[in-house]
């Protein structure tokens, strides 16, 4: 399960640090993919596997689930970590993303989220209160 909130530089070559904690999750191999609200996503290879399962299965008449495969299959690349426990954004996720120098990386149950942090600022904003979070938790079943 990944958890937390960690702060990353980007560097020239696109690459940004995986923390720690979540190499060992991500070392049978990871998928990077654009993602919801206009950040990137790491999957392990399983996880994703099973993602990618579920969307295939959908019907092909479904415009909505065209559109879906067709989002997730051509943004997705299968990423490594060096040596110092980086991987590489594509230049289509970081222009996606809006990744420039800097990096907010989300632990997200499943999967990581790389996040620009003016992108991870504005969407926290958006529960900054206890009022604000019980409205989005309204009639989630929690």
Same mark, same amino acid.
């Given at each position: 399960m990944f958890t937390g909130e960690y702060r990353h530089s980007v560097d020239a070559k696109g690459r940004v640090a995986i923390p720690a904690r979540f190499r060992l999750q991500? =070392? =049978?191999? +990871?998928v990077v993919v654009r993602w919801v609200d206009g950040c990137a996503?790491? *999957?392990?290879?399983? +996880? *994703?596997e099973a993602l990618a399962s579920k969307v295939s299965v959908l019907p092909l008449s479904d415009e909505k689930a065209r559109s879906v495969s067709r989002f997730l299959s051509s943004s997705a690349f299968e990423v490594e970590s060096d040596g110092q426990g980086r991987i590489v954004l594509p230049g289509a996720i970081r222009d996606w993303a809006a990744l420039a120098t800097e990096a907010v990386v989300v632990? +997200?149950?499943?999967?990581? =989220?790389?996040? +620009?942090?003016d992108r991870w600022a504005k969407f926290q904003k958006g529960l900054d209160s206890a009022d604000a979070l019980a409205s989005q938790l309204s009639g989630l079943g929690l």
């Open positions: 991500l =070392e =049978e191999g +990871a996503a790491i *999957f392990p290879r399983p +996880a *994703f632990g +997200a149950w499943d999967h990581v =989220e790389v996040w +620009a942090p």
